[in-house]
């Protein structure tokens, strides 16, 4: 166990971010490098190309977090032809401790090393992190899709909550929103949380409010969308952003209450981390904390909206030590 990497990866459909852990436990990563999915045929591929980059050792410890649920040890992607499974790092690179992840399941594992410079409070103040102690923590992403985890710090004990709440169906809190899940219902045969909190959720806002206001709006991508409602340029950009805000609010309340996350609710991903000012000035804590008989325990619990470049490998990093601790203590 004297030689080796800690080697830690977050693996989406187009590009892969890998980093070595550092030796001591929750201590973070370095030498950080991105590569793209397209130009390797396989993870073990690029996985060499990483290690010859940066000159290290073949790794004996591999942690992994993908975009994708993890199912018997593999994860099948939707957006390249590559397949990760645990068997096949074992034996190539001669390891027995290999642990793939769930992206947002990795996410939640960096929660508790978050500090107060890696994160925007959203409402009620939370200093110092997590901190030590009983807790759950949640954890909710909106990008391409809408990912969300929990975490359980429980005696010695912390466990990861992995989930597809992403998918519940949406539960429309207005008028506003009960007509637009009816324009939604024109596109879908079922709307989830998803096809609303999202890149393509907001573009469906932005299609759907078009129509009950009976304007012909030309087609605009999220990232238009957000542009436009930034310059006040545009009025129904400026709804659909808000109206966004909004529904991201109430979703992230319902994860609250659902998985008991009193200690916290965090927000993660680009789509919300570029725009800290815009989600600071919306309804987000409005929809978040109008939960009817529970709205007094709602305006208890701190939302914050993680800034650290890259939460995803510093939990990865963290389950990496722990499975190098572990191999320690079963050594002779």
């Known amino acids: 166990m004297a030689d080796g990497c800690l080697l830690v990866g977050d693996i989406g459909g187009t590009n892969v971010r890998f980093a070595l852990a550092n030796e001591d436990v929750d201590e973070g990563y370095a030498q950080e490098l991105s590569l793209k999915c397209a130009d390797f045929e396989s993870p073990e591929e690029a996985i060499n190309a990483y290690l010859q980059e940066v000159q290290a050792p073949a790794p004996r410890v591999i942690c992994l977090a993908a975009a994708g649920p993890v199912i018997n040890g593999e994860v099948q992607f939707t957006n ?3 397949r990760l499974i645990e068997e096949n790092l074992r034996v190539t690179f001669h390891t027995e401790h290999v642990r793939l992840l769930n992206d947002f399941e990795a996410i939640a594992y960096s929660l508790p090393l978050l500090s107060d410079a890696d994160c925007i409070n959203l409402g009620p103040v939370l200093k110092g992190g997590l901190g030590g102690g009983n807790y759950t ?16 710090s429980l005696g010695d004990a912390t466990l990861p909550l992995v989930t597809e709440a992403g998918h519940v169906g949406f539960a429309p809190e207005t008028p506003l929103q009960l007509d637009l899940l009816v324009q939604l219902r024109q596109r879908y045969d079922r709307v989830s949380d998803e096809r609303l909190v999202s890149g393509g959720g907001l573009e469906n806002i932005y299609w759907g409010l078009g129509r009950i206001q009976n304007i012909a709006a ?36 319902n994860l609250a209450l659902t998985l008991g996350a009193y200690q916290g609710i965090y927000l993660a991903g680009g789509m919300v981390k570029r725009y800290p000012e815009m989600i600071a000035g919306s309804r987000f804590r409005e929809g978040f904390e109008n939960k009817g008989r529970h709205g007094r325990i709602m305006r208890t619990i701190p939302t914050l909206l993680i800034q650290h470049k890259q939460p995803g490998l510093l939990g990865a990093g963290r389950v990496a030590s722990r499975l190098q601790e572990a191999a320690r203590e079963l050594r002779p």
């Open 80 to 82: 390249n032809s590559w």
């Open 218 to 253: 030309s087609p605009l991508s999220a990232g238009e969308i957000f542009s436009h409602c930034q310059k006040e340029s545009h009025m129904l950009a400026v709804q659909a952003v808000d109206l966004f805000y909004e529904i991201l609010g109430q979703v992230a309340g």
């Open 137 to 152: 923590a949640g954890v909710l992403g909106p990008g391409t899709g809408l990912g969300a985890a929990g975490l359980v």
